[in-house]
Structures are given as structure tokens and as C-alpha cells.
């Protein structure tokens, strides 16, 4: 990263780090929003983003995560905080339980049953299933996460809470973008055939991207879980799953800062657009298409990534 | 066995419905790979326009029932045809050349406006198709009791397949579109204008979805701004599950996922209905990974 670069990014962070103190509750909120979307859409960029393989199911996976908190939680009272690994344990595995018989579809196919885990997912929440989720109500009572010894409730603190999870997160996917790892999905993205061809077991690495997706968004479901005391379906819809999918391509595929800046605009811009009032969805509509048709390749693409996705296009229009 | 042929019959016409919607997901995958996300929307047009041709023209008043609808049809599935033109030329022709996500993200956009347009122009309540206009009766065939309006749902849709199946076989400008589908390079060095043969998708598409609006609103009563959506995401399966870019792939995966959607609802659990129609998706492609009636694709070196 060159020094102007690491500046920039610098004062970003430390003008979001220093922003709740200048904020109101509502504004902090909507911060809060964007961070949890921030951490989805990371999640989801390494699945779609990275690996290239259409998801558009995962408010799937975030629901899982918000369930194992909110049922371990109110029915054994286990801190909330603690059920962060478990939660993506859980999320992880039904990822990896689900992908397993179809990875190998292709594109649209894969966009399509992925699309039907979600809806299957939240019907069965709505549905009651097992008797544990609370059908259509949800589950409520979550108790408030406690972070050395300070009960998290004020918009404020969770805002640190959240901001430095998505830190951590940033962190973690730069480096595992730049590893063997993140360079063998990259590789898969561009050619899978050559991929396998140069010893690359396609299989395996579509399987860990969509279970390390997976499991940040069932981190992200219990962080969630801990901001609402109350879950429900409603939250987990396919609509959900529709705007990180949104939130991903918009960005510039495979792009973190990209990812970052969309989640921004795709959660911040219609609160901006409160004054239209009804027609703010209809303004938010036209101006996802007004931005694709401007920035096909995303409003921040990775660097190389302009060639790559231009060549991924190629590939998949012949 | 009563239930079971109530139900059968009811798969159908819905299944129709979809297999209509399908068409116009799958035509234009077929030549341009792209999900049309927008799709279902035009499909609600189809349905508001209706509505409000019918009431304010009283056309059904003026002609009768057969002619009345039979022009309403046709109004309709111009102008749905027109609007999906539209949509074409400003939301995807300028992606054409761009990554194909791109275009699913303004196809997201453009259903997002539609839908909205449609909630600021006529609200977000439910609206009621005027309930006198159709006729209410009931034919008894060998003792099984069968509404008149679901036969000529089922009628209607077919007479449509069955029109487009030729029309896309038998014809020249049929053949042009199945070329483009197939190579759009040789397809214009053969002389053949792929502008307008995707010009041309996207008005028969959009008016085959219209139609189906019309005949939600005519079966059902009722419509609501957002219920392209789920009508939309259900003849999306449909396509996928009769093999994407096939067109009696789609009208046999509508058919069906109607029948099973009816059947599954009536005789495992009604709430479970929508999941029912995807996990029978899910276990098809696990056994024919490109649909029914897919191609079998060996992925391209």
C-alpha cells in the first residue's frame, strides 16, 4: 500500500472511529447497520466476490447465526458473546452441508438454489421447525452481550463493538486475499478448468469459500441477535439477501474498500432519501441502475481486476 | 379423488401462469444470458393495467365477455410489450458488453423502480378485480366439478405455448432468434440483426408476462404491487427447472411446478408450500444439473 493510500485510509478510519462522539442515537444507528451489512457483504464477497460463485442466499446463513445465538442464549443462558464461535460453527457447517451436493452447478443454477436454501430457510423459521425458532414471532429476550465486564446497550458502544469486528475482519481478508488461498479463488473465478488443470482442487476451495462465508455471516447473525433482543424471519428475507448481493457487485467484485464503500451507499442512501418519503425506493431503484450503467465494473474495482472480470465475461458470454 | 382433480386441475392453471412467465425468463437468457430480474415486475404491470383498462373502458360491458377479454389481452400485452422494450433499451443495452453481474444488479435496480413506480401510482393496499365481469360457472364433467374460468386459464395458456412454439420453429424470424441463441457472432455474419432479435425477446416476453398478470388478476381477484416477486422467482425455477434458454423446457417446468406446488400444499402441509416447489428444485439439478430438458454443456475449454 503506498504512503497517500495508508493516509487516506488512516483518516477514514479515525474519522469513523471519532464519529459516534459527534452523532446522534438515530445516526449512530444507521452506522450500526452499515457495519453489519459491511460484515455480511465481506463475507459474501469472498463466495461471490472471490471464488465467483452466485449466492444469493445468504441471509441464509446470517439467520442461522442469529438463531444459534437467540435459542442458546434465552433457553440456556449462555453470554451472548460466547456464542460468536459457535454461531459460526453452525452457520459454517450448514453452508458447507448444503453447497456440497451442488458447487459444482453452474452459474445461474447455483444463483437459483441458492436463492431456494434462503426461502426453505426462512419458511422453516416461520414454520416453527423443531419447535425451537418461535415461528412467525421470532424469539425474544436476548440478553445484552458483556464485554469485559461492561453490559453493551447504548447505540454508542455498540458501535465500537461492531466498527472493530469489521476492523478485525478487514484485516483478516486482506490477508487472506493476498495468500495462497485467496490467490487458488481468484484463480478458480478467472478459469476453472485451468484451475483444476494446474492442480487446484476446485472442489475444496469452493467448499471453504462458501463455509468461511458462511461462517462471518453467522458471526454477523449474533452481533445482530445482540443489537435487537428480538429476531424474527422477517429479518432473513430474500430481500436481504438481494442487497448484499447488490452491495458485493456494486462494489467491484473481489474489492474490499469497494465492498466497504457500497455497503455505505446501499444502507446509508435511502436513509439520506427519508425526505422523498415513499418515492425513496423508486430513487434508490434508478439509481442503482444509473450507477451500473456509468461503473459497469463496480465503483471500486480490485486493482488487475478490470482486465480479469472483462476476461470472466468473455468466458461466460461464449 | 375429488380433492386430487380439484387440485390437479388448479396445478395447472397456475402452473400455466408460470410456464408464461417462464418464457420470458428463459428467452432471454437464451439469447443474451442474462436473468432478467425485472421480469416479474412486468408481469404486475400486466396485472394494474388490466385492472385499470377494464374498469375504465368497461370493455367486457361493451363487447361481452369473450370478445371484452379477448381485447383486453391484447392492450395489454402491447403495452406490457412496449414497456419491456423500453427496460431493454435502458437498463441492459448499455451492459451488453459488460460483466454479466453487472447487468443482474441493474436488472435489480430497474425491478426495484417498477415495483415502486406501481406502489406511488395506485398504493400499497391490495386492488380488487370487479368481480361481476367473469362468469362464475361451473362445469360438471362425469360428476367432477370444474370452474369455467380455471379451463380457459389453462386454455389460454396453452393456445400462447403453443402459438410461440411455432412461431419461434416455424417462422424465419423464429429461426433468426433460435440462431442468436446459439452464436450471436455467426448469427450476424448470417445477415441477421441481433438488435432486433433481442428487441424483438423483449417485446414477446414482456407480453406474454403481461398476460399472465391479466390472468392472476382475472383467476385470483386480487394483486398487490409486490407480487411479481414471488410470481417472478417461482417462473424462475420453473425455467431453471425445465433447463434455462430451453422454451418447452420452460412450459413443461412451469406445468409441473404448478401441479406439484398444488398437490404438495394439499397433501403434505400447506405452509410449506414454497419450500416444497425449491426442494424439489434442489433435487432435480442434483440429478440433472441442467434442468429437464437442459442441454448437457461440457464446460468449454
Known sequence: MSRANLLVTGLCAALLAVAPLFLNAYQVDVLNSIGLYALLALGLNLILGEAGLFNMGHAAFYAMGAYTTAILNTRYQIPVLWTLPLSAAVAGAFALAVARPVVHLRGDYLLIVTIGVGEIV????????????????????????????????????????????????????????????????NYLREDETAAEGSGINTDYYKLAAFGLGAAWAGMAGTLFAAKMTIISPESFSFWESVVLFMIVILGGAGSIPGVLLAAFLVIGLPELFREFASARMLVFGLVMMVMMVFRPQGLWPSRGGQVSLALLGKALKR | MEEFFQQLTNGLAVGGIYALIALGYTMVYGVLKLINFAHGDLFTYGAYLGLTLLTSLALTDRLG?????????????????????????????????????????????????????????????????????????????????????????VLASVVMMVALYLFIQKTKIGTAIRAAAIDQGAARLMGIDVNRVIMLVFLVGPALGGAAGLMVGLYYGQINFTMGWVYGMKAFTAAILGGIGNIPGAMVGGL????????????????????IAFCVLILILIVRPTGLLGERVADKV
Open chain 1, 122 to 185: 426462512r419458511i422453516a423459521l416461520v414454520n416453527d421447525v423443531f419447535g425451537i425458532t418461535g415461528g412467525a414471532n421470532g424469539i425474544f429476550g436476548i440478553s445484552r452481550p458483556t464485554l469485559f465486564g461492561v453490559v453493551i446497550r447504548q447505540p454508542q458502544q455498540f458501535f465500537y463493538l461492531i466498527w472493530g469486528f469489521v476492523a478485525l475482519t478487514i484485516f483478516l481478508f486482506l490477508r487472506l486475499k493476498r495468500s495462497r488461498f485467496g490467490r487458488a479463488l
Open chain 2, 256 to 275: 409441473l411446478l404448478g401441479v406439484i406446488e398444488a398437490l404438495g400444499a394439499a397433501y403434505i402441509s400447506i405452509a410449506w408450500k414454497d419450500a
Open chain 2, 65 to 153: 365477455f369473450v370478445a371484452g377479454v379477448l381485447v383486453l389481452a391484447l392492450m395489454v400485452m402491447g403495452l406490457v410489450a412496449v414497456l419491456g422494450a423500453i427496460l431493454e433499451r435502458a437498463a441492459y443495452r448499455p451492459l451488453r458488453e459488460s460483466p454479466r453481474l453487472s447487468a443482474v444488479v441493474s436488472a435489480l435496480g430497474a425491478s426495484i423502480f417498477l415495483q415502486n413506480t406501481l406502489m406511488l401510482i395506485y398504493g400499497a393496499r391490495f386492488q380488487v378485480y370487479p368481480d361481476h365481469i367473469l362468469p362464475a360457472a361451473t362445469l360438471n364433467i362425469f360428476g367432477l366439478y370444474l370452474p369455467l374460468m380455471r379451463v380457459l386459464i
